[in-house]
């Protein structure tokens, strides 16, 4: 009987366990891509940048002679439908770990047994699913260096080779037009500035990882913390829509390692950054929306506020910061080192709870990924697991010194601070909303606060806490 495989963020033919299983079992298939509730609440920029990768995946798709069916219903809904309407006997699916997701597809799973209805998940999202990196108390990890040594040593299977022809079912049910579901509604940024900095599909991604290997890989180590240099992989946001699989991306890692390329072992690091996110999401899915260490509930974090309206808007008058925010609100992504900045301002100079700023990094965010972001945040506020000491303030300013000397990152971000301003810096004026009140040629804002009394105050909060 014909088999759905129902797509989700696995939108890549090679590397893919899924796929490869159901091309060798020879049955009749049926690609399917849902726009549901769940997939609705994410955020404008990641809904858009989903959008231009199912796109590409559909047409990846066509050329292996199977067609990609769209379809707008909660997932339990359409695969039942699709079931009646095929009589497949199956749906298959690779597995997601944020809670969202795994109650959908619990209850999915659930129900399409219950109708005799063969329903089966694969990996493919991670090296290693989250639960078999274990301690040797059979526990799971909660600091990263142990995690990593653990995980270093366990070999990384795959990657399976892209499928030549797929075969499909005889008669494709009717679907959606992937322009009717106005992915890009809520995004107002500019197409132009934005294809500069985005890499859609599989092809676009690997060619990525390519560029990235043959290159920058060799001062990544040294590199990789100065906003203002193309120095890190930019894979973030293809992994997170799986067009490239991360077990490809880890392979070629090794290679370039074994090859003698410096900065490769620092690049698998990485990597594994990202599966600890996974690891510690599984383990306490409470991550994504709490504090993980209860004890940070009595922090005295400010809810939403005029001054983190500045920071969203990139206007709190300390550069690095706006620059930050300007960056990501401009290109749908920012550096890693300006997320640190940004979360440590946030957090701790406008002692501004991490949930405010975790939000707006989901609604503006193309590399949006659910557990990075929440480990991320939490590990930047101090209320995580191996958070950074309290007592490490990051200083906007000394940072820009050390990280941004010359200043063109700033520059290349903020129109105000520049006397030619470039593109991404103009971008900003056009592409943020008109009710924020910018407009290019306005003088660069006064600080919201003074740097040496924001670092006192939380300072002082902190200390509180910890006495
Ligand atoms: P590279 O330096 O080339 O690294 C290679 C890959 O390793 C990345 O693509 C990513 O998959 C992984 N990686 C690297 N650093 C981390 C990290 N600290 N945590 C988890 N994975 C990592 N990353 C996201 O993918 N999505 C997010 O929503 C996200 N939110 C973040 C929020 C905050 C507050 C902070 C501090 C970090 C966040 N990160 C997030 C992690 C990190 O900033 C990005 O993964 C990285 O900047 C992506 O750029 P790159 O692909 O060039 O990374």
Redesign the pocket.
């Known amino acids: 009987t014909p088999l759905i495989l129902w797509f989700r963020r696995d939108l890549r033919l090679g590397d893919q366990p899924m796929l490869a299983a159901a091309a060798a079992s020879g049955r009749a298939l049926l690609p399917v891509v849902i726009l549901d509730p769940e997939t609705e609440a994410i955020g404008a920029a990641p809904k858009w940048r989903w959008g231009l990768a199912v796109g590409a995946f559909a047409r990846a798709l066509e050329e292996l002679g199977v067609r990609l069916v769209l379809r707008r219903e909660p997932a339990l809904e359409v695969l039942r439908a699709l079931v009646a309407e095929t009589g497949a006997g199956g749906v298959w699916w690779s597995r997601l770990y944020d809670p969202a997701s795994v109650a959908r597809d619990t209850a999915v799973k659930a129900a399409l047994k219950a109708a005799g209805v063969e329903a089966r998940s694969f990996a493919g999202h991670l090296l290693h699913e989250p639960w078999e990196v274990e301690t040797g108390q059979g526990s799971f990890y909660r600091v990263f260096t142990p995690y990593w040594k653990a995980m270093r040593g366990m070999g990384v299977a795959g990657p399976e080779a892209a499928p030549k022809r797929l075969r499909g079912v005889a008669a494709w049910p009717a679907g959606d037009q992937l322009e009717d579901w106005r992915l890009g509604g809520a995004m107002n940024r500019g197409a132009a500035v934005v294809a500069r900095y985005q890499a859609v599909g599989e092809g676009a991604a690997r060619e990525r990882l390519r560029a990235?290997l043959a290159g920058p890989v060799g001062r990544?180590g040294e590199m990789?913390d100065f906003p203002g240099v193309a120095?890190?992989?930019?894979?973030?946001?293809?992994?997170?829509y799986g067009e490239i699989g991360?077990r490809e991306?880890w392979h070629e890692g090794l290679r370039a390692r074994d090859e003698g390329k410096a900065g490769a072992e620092s690049?698998l690091r990485?990597?594994?950054?990202?599966?600890?996110?996974y690891h510690l999401m599984h383990h306490t899915p409470q991550i994504t929306r709490a504090n993980w260490r209860e004890e940070w509930d009595s922090f005295p974090w400010r809810g939403d506020n005029p001054d983190a309206e500045c920071w969203r808007r990139g206007v709190t008058g300390e550069p690095f910061v706006d620059a930050a925010l300007r960056e990501m609100y401009v290109t749908g992504?920012?550096?890693?080192r300006a997320?640190?900045i940004?979360?440590s301002y946030l957090t701790k100079h406008l002692l501004t709870h991490?949930k405010v700023?975790?939000d707006w990094?989901?609604d503006c965010?193309t590399?949006?990924?659910?557990?990075?972001?929440?480990?991320?945040?939490q590990?930047?506020a101090g209320s995580g697991p191996d958070a950074a000491p309290y007592f490490r303030i990051f200083n906007p300013a000394g940072q820009a010194g050390k990280f941004d000397a010359d200043g063109r990152y700033r520059l290349r971000f903020i129109a105000e601070l520049s006397r030619e301003p470039g593109p991404e810096a103009l971008e900003f004026f056009r592409a943020v909303p008109r009710s924020w009140g910018l407009r290019a040629g306005q003088p660069y804002p006064a600080p919201v606060v003074d740097l040496a009394r924001g670092r006192a105050a939380a300072l002082a909060a902190y200390g509180a806490r910890k006495a």
Request: aromatic content about 20%; glycine content about 6%.
């Open positions: 990235f990544y990789r120095g890190t992989s930019r894979l973030s946001e293809n992994l997170t991360i991306v690049f990485e990597l594994a950054w990202r599966e600890f996110s992504t920012m550096h890693n997320r640190m940004a979360a991490w700023g975790l990094f989901a965010l590399d949006w990924d659910p557990a990075a972001n929440a480990m991320g945040w590990w930047v």
